[in-house]
């Protein structure tokens, strides 16, 4: 699975859409996705993408109010953020933990290319 990322602004918020008191975040496959869709949308001019990870998703959802945050995965950058599919949390940290990272070079003390002999 590719990275996901979210809108944030330099201060730390997130961007999210209000949803009768509740938060919905839209999730995003690219940068290039996030800033397509902060385009389109005016309240995003301040935000830019940033990749999610664990330490995020965890500000994003206390354990106290898990049921108040929903996220959207948006598809399409350019339609409006509402139209995307709906991922609770739990499931963005399964399909978040299921992801593989290598680390190049990490066997290789000289920070020169890796060999594989």
């Given at each position: 699975m590719?990275?996901?990322?979210?809108?944030?602004?330099?201060?730390?918020d997130?961007?999210?859409?209000?949803?009768?008191?509740?938060?919905?975040?839209?999730?995003?496959?690219?940068?290039?996705?996030?800033?397509?869709?902060?385009?389109?949308?005016?309240?995003?001019l301040?935000?830019?993408?940033?990749?999610?990870?664990?330490?995020?998703l965890?500000?994003?959802?206390?354990?106290?109010?898990?049921?108040?945050?929903?996220?959207?995965?948006?598809?399409?950058?350019?339609?409006?953020?509402?139209r995307?599919?709906?991922?609770?949390?739990?499931?963005?940290?399964?399909?978040?933990?299921?992801?593989?990272k290598?680390?190049?070079g990490?066997?290789?003390t000289?920070g020169g290319?890796?060999?594989?002999?």
């Amino acid at each position: 699975m590719s990275d996901i990322y979210v809108m944030q602004r330099a201060n730390g918020d997130v961007f999210a859409l209000d949803d009768h008191g509740g938060f919905r975040v839209p999730l995003f496959n690219s940068s290039s996705d996030g800033f397509l869709a902060r385009l389109r949308n005016f309240g995003m001019l301040l935000f830019k993408p940033v990749q999610l990870d664990a330490s995020l998703l965890e500000q994003l959802v206390p354990s106290s109010t898990a049921a108040e945050v929903d996220f959207l995965l948006v598809s399409d950058p350019l339609i409006n953020l509402n139209r995307g599919r709906l991922v609770q949390p739990a499931q963005l940290a399964v399909l978040m933990e299921s992801r593989i990272k290598l680390k190049p070079g990490s066997a290789n003390t000289t920070g020169g290319e890796p060999s594989y002999d």
